[in-house]
Nanobody
């Protein structure tokens, strides 16, 4: 499975941005998909996850109410709609796939596949 994140860029505080993650492979629809982020000098942290059907989602407290994760299995895509962006949201964002579980995990070492990140910069 190959994952490719895109959609990052420079946005002002309070603005919005939508990240996309394109996946290869027919098994995509069976994977739990997750977004992580990593700011300079910090560890990679969980942002949001979505189950294979899209029926269940989970968010880090820091983004709850501002970010929405979604997926389109027909297109092998997962999205992260980010709103009310804050300077502390500045980070490289990564999409990741968990091929072994049916529930969302926040542990980055549990992911089986990673895409290259996309940089989000929120300017004040």
């Amino acid at each position: 499975v190959q994952l490719q994140a895109s959609g990052g860029g420079l946005v002002q505080v309070g603005g919005s941005l939508r990240l996309s993650c394109a996946a290869s492979g027919r098994a995509f629809s069976t994977y739990v998909m997750t977004w992580f982020r990593q700011a300079p000098g910090t560890e990679r942290e969980f942002v949001a996850g979505i189950t294979w059907s899209g029926g269940s989602t989970y968010y880090a407290d820091s983004v709850k109410g501002r970010f929405i994760i979604s997926r389109d299995n027909a297109k092998n895509m997962v999205y992260l709609q980010m709103s009310s962006l804050k300077p502390e949201d500045t980070a490289v964002y990564y999409c990741a796939a968990d091929a072994r579980r049916r529930t969302i995990t926040t542990m980055n070492n549990a992911m089986d596949y990673w895409g290259k990140g996309t940089l989000v910069t929120v300017s004040s």
